[in-house]
């Protein structure tokens, strides 16, 4: 018998149980049902995100930090037994984790303890960790064989888990293989920035990741301030002024008013004392990087048509692959060194605002894709680290609306791509509500619960479907869908994929379910509206937008059909009540499914403070979920993405990375200079790796 739930009644303010977040580690725990748990459900569903760091016992910081900077914690739900959902979690224990974790203050390595830079956290002398705490790519290499899974991170290599323990098993490339963000930067975890979204090819049995860095020059040119040195706002003074007295210096501002004189002078000036002062080195390049499951990654370099390298504004965040084409994504995302540069000094919360407000801007409004002939794909640099590069050139395309998730079809006839994305337009998903930061309506300060969270949306966010022809980069077709109500701050998605008839892939998406945030009052800083003040691709004005914020617009979750014959449009939807909000949706198949859709959409729901996991019909979202599953020790935070396998079972692979031998001459550099950083890789992380 079905039984009906009930919604809690809550106020539109953001949910309290969406800030915190616990560390403690849960096993097979049974979970409550209330409502109609289905009984063709199956298999088993990963979900991950940020639980805080080793110092802070969970989320929220009491600084403010980030919700998004943190150890990974894993949590899957078991649905292999009749009547029961059971769940197990686990942080993901990179060796990074245990140096940070034996570097705590107090410790007897404190002085090389890991502090929170933004999204990232970085020690000077044993370089970035990688949190692991973004998304999940399935890997099945032969029909045969036992289906694989990586939890992945931006800034950092993705790593293969065991399904059935969680256990960080394994890298995915050697350090060698892979290439540092800095060079000359001799730290044992070295900064490199990668895509949290690498995709498998499952008809030829390939993963395809990024390797890229973005050059010192590339970034200070995102600076909104060197745009304006002539008139040398007096943010500037009293950050120089600031600056100078924490450093115990006092001629910064003499050097910066002579050097502004010419803004070419000051950026290289800038560049070549950083290079100087460090011995490092930034350079631009952007790898594809190619693995068989098995053996060493394979790589070749990407360069633009005149020979000049890619060169990445923001982020790879998302990587897509078709019969034909590779398709990378200069995303509305910023993350790794960047990160460290907009936030030197993250105790100095004045230096913080000063730095917030001379180097912050919005992210690019377009969008540049850079599409890789996979002919063109010939032996690559083989093993990466090895043998002379390897360049392909690409083909530049520039969407004029910036994203951050999209999605491409398999096929692609005639060399056309078509390409789904989901477009946060007048949205940083970098940025975060600061303990500083002050209401847009009252200049009162943002209520103290909401510090680390998301900041609203600045305008009403659009999904854009485009047809692009591979080898020409020309747009052949697009269509901008946007919805006044459904499509506020819409990122995270789900879609079936595979034909239930043949268990064969899906070759075009005809059916993407998304989820979108809504708008919130709470979150409608002053930061934020300032910083969208003269946004180019706004559709909705600026004084709307406040006005339906401060009424507040529900969250909600959405399914887009996107078939050939017909035009895109939501063809179905959820209404969350006022002050819930839904993230992270997950296509699970039905048993005896005879269609793709035939199956059920779990999320994560936040309201009050209860956090829970919500099933909906995914044919008929509009009637609201069948049952909700909850537990009092279950608290997790922001949920980002997620991933669906039929069966889990220990790793059977063999590859493996061996830790001692991965990082034994990395950590040998950097103990010429701090000798206990041997003793603290053979003592506190080489032990539980042997």
Sequence with gaps: MKTKIQHTQCSPKVPQSIMTAS????????MQVSGYLPQDLQGHVFMVTSVGSVNSGGLPYPNGDSLLCGDGMIYRLDFDSPDEVRLTTSIVKPPDYYADKATRPASKYDKYRFRNHGLTRFSLSLGVRNQLNTAFLRMKFSPDSQERLLVTYDAGRPYEIDTETLEAVTPIGTNKEWQSEVNGYNAPFPPFLSTAHPAFDPHTQQMFTVNYGRSLGNFLDGIPFIYNLEQLPQEIDEFLTTLSSFLRVNFLKDIFDF?????????????????????????????????????????????????SPV????????????????????????????????????DDKKVEILLRNLLERPPSPDSFVYIVRRADLKVGQFPACDQQEVEVMVKKVVLPLEAAHFLVDYDNPQGNI?????????????????????????????????????????????????????ETGDILESQIISDIERTWGVDLYTYPAQDPLTGKPLERLDDIYWCSFGLWKDLM??????????????????????????????????????????????????????????????????????????????????HGEENEYWIFDANHLSKGPLCQLSHPSLKFSLTLHT????????????????????????????????????????????????
């Excluded at 790879?316 to 990378?328: C, F, K, L, S």
């Excluded at 001692?660 to 790796?689: M, T």
């Design 643 to 690: 991933a669906w396998l039929p069966n889990i079972g220990r790793r059977q692979a063999p590859y493996y990375i061996n830790v001692r031998e991965d990082y034994k001459e990395l950590v040998h550099q950097a103990s010429q200079k701090h000798p206990d950083i041997q003793d603290l890789f053979e003592q506190e992380v080489y032990p539980h790796f042997e």
């Design 525 to 606: 800083t002053e930061f934020i509206v300032n910083q969208y003040q003269d946004y180019r691709n706004r559709q909705i004005p600026l004084e709307k937008v406040l006005s339906m914020a401060s009424k507040g617009i529900p969250a909600y979750l959405f399914r887009l059909h996107t078939s050939l014959t017909e035009a895109a449009a939501i063809v179905d939807s959820y209404e969350l009540p006022a002050g819930y909000v839904l993230l992270s949706p997950q296509f699970m198949p039905h048993r005896d499914a005879k269609k793709p859709t035939d199956g059920y959409i779990i999320c994560t729901v936040w």
């Design 259 to 307: 050097a502004s004189q010419s803004l070419q002078t000051f950026v290289q000036l800038y560049i070549n004392l950083i290079e100087k002062l460090t011995n490092i080195k930034i350079d631009n390049f952007v790898y594809l990087i190619a693995w068989d499951g098995a053996g060493a990654l394979q790589r070749w370099k990407l360069v633009l048509p005149d020979g």
């Design 23 to 30: 560390r403690c580690e849960l096993k097979d725990i049974q």
């Design 311 to 346: 060169s990445i504004d923001q982020s790879i965040h998302q990587i897509g692959v078709t019969r034909d084409y590779v398709v990378i994504m200069d995303t509305a995302f910023t993350t790794g060194l960047e990160q460290v540069l907009n936030n030197p000094f993250p």
């Design 418 to 470: 078509t390409l789904h994305a989901a477009h946060i337009c007048g949205m940083d998903i970098s940025d975060w509500v600061r303990q500083y930061d002050v209401s847009a309506y009252t200049r009162q300060t943002v209520p103290e619960y909401l510090c680390g969270m998301e900041l609203s949306q600045v305008d009403i966010g659009r999904m854009g479907n485009y047809v692009i022809n591979g």
